[in-house]
């Protein structure tokens, strides 16, 4: 195995590792989950069966996705991704509230702030080790680089901005009270939405491309 491709798995791995654990810092500050979880809780509101299946199933949908329009960007981390990602979020957010029993809201913001910014500098990681993502970040990646629609950036705005807006429909539907609406939709979730995709590519110019090139971007 050549250095390249070396460092493209251990980039695949830490990207992973690194966004699962600020998924734990997010749910840690309360201030509303990232889009695609926002989607996933209020689907799980709406359909009546449990919360593991529905995922699995909703990620199978994106993965046919990607299968049939753009099969490059599936590969190594996207199962990384899907089998390891729920289970380092769910020991990484124990281990938080463990540490942080009686989070006050400095110690929130605080965790939400790290929690985003990691969460970004991970995705640019995998993204950029191009070992294969995650299904949802497989959508925009297709829709800017192989059909074209625009920067990445922007469409990644655009498909966060989708997610909150049907995981919101969803859960009103379900009968929810609007005013739980806060639990999974908060004000990390609209920053989240306008800014991860930003911060994402700044991280894959800055950071991720020169560690795969050794120090050249």
């Given amino acids: ?8 798995i251990l980039l695949s791995v830490l990207g992973v590792l690194i966004g699962a654990v600020s998924v734990g810092a997010f749910k840690l500050a309360a201030f509303g989950v990232d889009p695609f979880q926002s989607l996933m809780s209020g689907m799980d509101a709406w359909i009546p069966i449990s919360f593991g299946t529905l995922y699995v199933i909703v990620n199978a ?11 490059h960007y599936i590969g190594i981390a996207t199962f990384i991704n899907l089998f390891l990602l ?5 020991f990484s957010y124990a281990t938080f509230l463990m540490l942080f029993p009686d989070a006050g809201i400095m110690t929130r913001s605080i965790s939400f702030v790290l929690g985003f910014v990691f969460l970004c500098l991970g995705s640019a990681l995998y993204i950029t080790a191009d070992m294969g993502v995650s299904t949802y970040d497989a959508i925009a990646l297709i829709l800017a680089n192989t059909w074209k629609k625009g920067k990445f950036k922007y469409i990644r705005i655009m498909t966060d901005l989708v997610c909150i807006l049907i995981g919101i ?14 639990a999974f939709v908060g004000a990390g979730t609209v920053l989240t939405a ?18 795969l090139h050794g120090g050249k971007k």
């Fill in 169 to 182: 429909g969803c859960f009103l539907l379900s009968g929810g009270d609007p005013a739980d609406i806060t």
């Fill in 86 to 90: 729920g289970y380092v979020v769910e």
């Fill in 61 to 71: 949908v994106l993965l046919l996705f990607a299968l049939v329009f753009d099969r």
């Fill in 194 to 211: 306008f800014f991860m995709g930003p911060l994402i590519d700044f991280f894959n110019r800055t950071v991720a491309l020169p560690i």
């Fill in 1 to 8: 195995m050549n250095k390249l491709n070396l460092r493209r």
